[in-house]
């Protein structure tokens, strides 16, 4: 078992559309828990990062985690086309150590 | 401010030659990641790198070594190149006093192997 699981989608949804997206993890040494964004052929953008359980909003991104059943998650509110990327989570241990562990990314594509 | 850089943008290889790949942090940055990303999967962890020592290292093998210099910046060395070695690499940068260590990607480095 992966210590990060994430549906690769692909995921089509309309311009305006609520996106939902989600990880399950197994390790619960894992307290810092991040979503980038990758377009295609580019490295990974750093879009929210969240401490421990609870919520975190940043414009139309809201970030979930919820450590009792080790699931996070990322809404997109009134997505646009330009939101059309692969979406990664990732997630580290509490130590300074900083090694992420990844999923292996959703594809998702907002048509006009 | 510039972000993180890396060099070359693409690089094809041959099966059994060596790669050297390079990596400059964010400004103000000390540390830095180097992670190989397969097409259609997420970034897999090599090692990071800190005052210049190797200080965690993932599954990969001998042939993967790094390097990281008086000015922060880094090396990603790969020997005995095989067709698996066909990957994008990304090199990520952070500041350890921080708490979060966030770490931001540079663009990466296209590598195919042949």
């Known amino acids: 078992q992966k210590e990060v699981e994430q549906d690769p989608g692909p995921l089509s949804v309309p311009e305006g559309a609520i996106v939902s997206l989600n990880c399950t993890y197994s390790n619960s040494a894992f307290q810092y828990f991040m979503w980038y964004r990758q377009y295609s052929r580019k490295g990974p953008e750093l879009l929210m990062y969240t401490y421990s359980s609870g919520n975190k909003e940043d414009g139309r991104f809201t970030a979930q985690v919820d450590k009792s059943s080790k699931y996070i998650s990322l809404f997109i509110r009134d997505s646009q086309p330009s939101d059309s990327a692969t979406y990664l989570c990732?997630?580290?241990?509490?130590?300074?150590?900083?090694?992420?562990?990844f999923g292996r990314g959703t594809q998702l594509t907002v048509w006009p | 401010d510039a972000g993180v850089t890396q060099s070359p943008t693409h690089l094809i290889k041959t099966r059994g030659q060596q790669v050297t790949l390079r990596c400059s942090p964010k400004s103000g940055h000390d540390t830095v990641s180097w992670y190989q990303q397969a097409l259609g999967q997420g970034p897999q962890f090599i090692f990071q790198?800190?005052?210049?020592?190797?200080?965690q290292r993932g599954n990969f093998p001998d042939r993967f070594s790094g390097h990281q210099f008086p000015n922060y910046s880094s090396e990603l060395n790969v020997n005995a190149l095989l067709l698996g070695d066909s990957a994008l690499y990304l090199c990520?940068?952070?500041?350890?006093?921080?708490?979060?260590?966030?770490?931001?990607f540079g663009p990466g480095t296209r590598l195919t192997v042949l």
């Open positions: 990732a997630m580290r241990r509490g130590s300074t150590l900083g090694r992420l562990y």
């Open positions: 790198y800190y005052e210049e020592e190797e200080r």
């Open positions: 990520a940068s952070s500041l350890e006093i921080t708490a979060g260590n966030e770490q931001f």
